[in-house]
């Protein structure tokens, strides 16, 4: 069964043709600059190829990928119509409509245009995206895999905001988390890695967008985004927490509006806005490695939010069997790692710093022999997730 991936956003597409039997991947790619000018970067047969080339519309866009996967040097099936069986879509926000991944519908579509006032940078381009797919592959089954599915099964203590309950039932004001698929991943490969069921599990997924998961017995539990992806650790560029205090504060030192306000805590904050360097950790590892103070700073604070919110987890849960990194700085800073668990000691969380420096690309423990809890790296794969959804939800 092919199942093709679709990642629609705002000016860009990120996409993959599944093969879900062999869990093969036979092409991705990326749709750069829609409405802008446009470029294609394209993987398949080997062959990885950029082309610039007028993309007016995300129509236009996902035509084109259709095109480079039936026709050309970089084909990989005879015919779209017949050769792909189904299409899984990312989708950020279900609210608390969607539990879990489903087959899409008129009234699916309905409630994604309902959710868009909590995701309107993402939800009106995944609507895009389904409607064009619909078009372009008539009768194929659409299936929505949500960010937001896995963490429903948090209690409403965790959910809740302390604010008036009527911004909750008026206004669907809460915590509603996100990386879901990708904590679901982790954190399943996690308990076959304990062989123990009913484990407590904390996920840290570390990239541009950083969150952390508490999950037990198989559901999440607690979780640090919350309305949106600007709660809880510090990002690329995202703030994370902060007092709310200094919002009105800067707004009116800054003369700023609120949404300009919350672009700036969204995108010129965080390890950019701290080190003034970047929002890509290995150069402010390099900068710091270099003398450089700010960027220091901004290493350490990333690293002490993360280690704050795993105690926080695991007082939470009564405990904790293993602690997982994953997602580009997850997966590949040993520094952020080591600083992570170090003090952690206390809780019987010890890190084996040679196996911390190993750099091979599957899932392994990091702990040493003697830790009471495990230390694992696991690469995530969201893509995988949609596939088999899709999969499940569509096969005859
Ligand atoms: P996204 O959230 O965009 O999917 P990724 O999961 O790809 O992001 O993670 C991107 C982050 O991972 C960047 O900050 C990048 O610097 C960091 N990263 C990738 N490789 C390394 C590495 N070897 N050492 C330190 N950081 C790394």
Redesign the pocket.
């Known amino acids: 069964m092919l199942i093709f991936i679709l990642n629609a956003g705002s000016s860009s597409l990120k996409y993959q043709l599944m093969n879900h039997a062999t869990h093969r991947v036979l092409a991705s790619g990326l749709c750069e600059r829609i409405g802008i000018d446009g470029r294609i970067i394209h993987k398949a047969n080997k062959l990885k190829t950029t082309t610039e080339v007028e993309l007016s519309s995300h129509k236009e866009a996902i035509a084109k990928v259709l095109e480079l996967l039936s026709s050309g040097p970089q084909k990989v099936v005879d015919n779209i119509d017949e050769d792909i069986d189904a299409i899984g879509h990312r989708v950020v926000h279900g609210g608390e409509y969607f539990h879990e991944s489903v087959i899409i519908d008129e009234s699916v579509l309905e409630k994604l245009e309902k959710l868009i006032p909590l995701a309107p940078l993402h939800n009106p381009a995944h609507i895009l995206g389904i409607k064009i797919c619909m078009e372009l592959m008539p009768g194929k089954p659409n299936v929505a895999v949500f960010d937001t599915a896995f963490h429903q099964t948090m209690p409403a203590y965790n959910f809740m905001y302390a604010l008036p309950y009527e911004d909750y039932t008026e206004h669907g004001v809460r915590k509603y988390g996100f990386h879901g698929t990708s904590h679901h991943y982790v954190s399943d490969v996690a308990e076959k890695m304990l062989k123990k069921d009913n484990a407590k599990i904390i996920v840290c997924h570390?990239?541009?967008?950083s969150s952390i998961c508490a999950i037990k017995e198989g559901k999440s539990f607690d979780t640090s985004m919350g309305l949106t992806p600007l709660e809880g650790l510090m990002m690329?560029t995202r703030s994370g927490d902060l007092d709310p205090a200094v919002i009105s504060f800067l707004m009116d030192k800054k003369d700023m509006k609120a949404d300009e306000f919350v672009d700036y805590l969204n995108k010129k904050s965080g390890?950019l806005g701290v080190s003034g360097i970047s929002?890509?950790?290995?150069?402010v590892?390099a900068a710091s490695q270099n003398g450089d103070e700010r960027a220091t700073l901004a290493i350490d604070i990333q690293c002490s939010r993360i280690k704050k919110y795993i105690c926080s987890y695991a007082g939470g849960m009564g405990g904790v069997d293993a602690i997982c990194f994953t997602?580009?700085?997850g997966e590949?800073?040993d520094?952020?790692r080591e600083k992570v668990c170090q003090g952690l000691e206390f809780m019987g969380i010890e890190l084996d710093v040679t196996k911390n420096k190993n750099t091979e690309s599957h899932s392994r423990e990091i702990n040493t022999e003697s830790s009471k809890v495990k230390i694992y790296v696991i690469p995530t794969n969201e893509e995988f997730v949609i596939s088999n959804d899709t999969y499940n939800l569509t096969k005859a």
């Open positions: 570390l990239g541009n967008g690329g390890l929002s890509d950790l290995r150069e590892i997602a580009g700085i590949n800073a520094l952020v």
